[in-house]
């Protein structure tokens, strides 16, 4: 078994865990812009996940009278895209964000794809040169949600990214372990103390589908009843988690499979989202999910990310 050298395990209870978090928001809203975390300070990097894998997301389901205030005289989309993220974790955008574009704003669609691409990387970083694509999402009722729902005035966007999917990945000859780093096992996404992901098709696919579990993204108790020591024995570089683990599915490549989260989340609860071009929507990624690698052409997926605070991971 493979372990990343750069992990620093952090001991702490569930008590050190939630006075950690406290104080980290409190700094950061004082200091909105002025402090980052990355990867290299491996050492805050990894107490902030540990934290909030250890406190199920500490206090992340307010229930909707938290909310209610500030949504009072919102409009109605403002409201509905909220009530959705509170609810479900996420909400549709589009059907085809494409057509609302202006020419010049397909235009600039277009030309990316017909860009060079390298085909077998996972991850293409963009510059925001989608610029009427980004303000034709992201409007007013959208942002306000965002907004209400991060529960700040001022969010943190993200470079956007491309997700590239190859249809290849379905070779049995691919061991599971990249199968899994590529997000292709339900995981949660620990990308700041709280933070939405906006989600476009940039072409058409068989296959490919993203999956999610509604109101997997909060909870305030454990469906499984676990002790801290148990909990921390089992925080280990497994690829696949069993229910035991599935608090700490945040660590580094904590992945979990399909039948074990299928036992704790009912079927109703489970989404799988279109793969059509332009097919666009808002998710809170701490919620479980996972991709699905395509079986016809590549599959790219651009994802923008808005967080809470100016957190880069």
């Given amino acids: 078994m493979n372990h990343r050298p750069e992990t620093i395990y952090v001991t702490m209870d569930e008590s050190q865990a939630k006075n950690y978090l406290r104080v980290f928001s409190e700094q950061h809203q004082k200091h909105w812009g002025m402090e980052l975390i990355t990867k290299s300070k491996g050492n805050e990097y990894s107490k902030l996940r540990h934290a909030i894998g250890l406190t199920a997301g500490y206090n992340r389901n307010r229930g909707y009278s938290f909310y209610e ?12 895209i909220t009530q959705d993220l509170i609810i479900r974790g996420w909400s549709k ?16 669609v277009q030309e990316y794809q017909k860009s060079v691409f ?4 996972r991850y293409s970083t963009i510059e925001f040169t989608f610029a009427n694509l980004l303000k034709t999402i992201l409007n007013k009722d ?11 005035t001022k969010p943190f966007c993200y470079q956007p990214v491309v997700l590239n999917s190859t249809p290849n990945i379905h070779d049995k000859l691919i061991e599971q372990r990249k199968k899994s780093d590529m997000a292709f096992s339900f995981h949660r996404d620990i990308d700041n103390i709280k933070w939405v992901k906006i989600f476009i ?27 801290f ?23 580094w490549t904590g992945r ?9 989340f009912h079927k109703d609860n489970y989404e799988s989202f279109p793969t059509s071009e332009g097919y666009c929507w808002i998710e809170d990624t701490y919620g479980l999910h996972r991709g699905n690698p395509p079986t016809s052409a590549n599959r790219k997926l651009m994802a923008f990310e808005i967080g809470q605070f100016a957190i880069r991971m």
């Fill in 69 to 80: 205030k500030s949504l009072t005289g919102c409009s109605d989309r403002t409201n509905e």
């Fill in 93 to 108: 955008i589009s059907d085809n964000i494409f057509t609302s574009l202006s020419s010049s704003g397909l235009k600039e």
């Fill in 118 to 121: 390298n085909e077998d990387a």
């Fill in 142 to 152: 959208l942002m306000q949600a965002i907004r209400i729902y991060l529960h700040t």
């Fill in 201 to 227: 098709n940039l072409n058409t696919t068989i296959g490919g589908n993203h999956e999610y579990y509604s109101g997997s993204h909060y909870s305030n108790s454990r469906q499984i009843e676990s002790t």
């Fill in 229 to 251: 020591s148990e909990r921390r024995e089992n925080s280990i570089f497994h690829d696949e988690f069993s229910p035991l683990t599935i608090y700490e599915s945040h660590l």
């Fill in 256 to 264: 979990m499979g399909a039948e074990p989260i299928s036992k704790l």
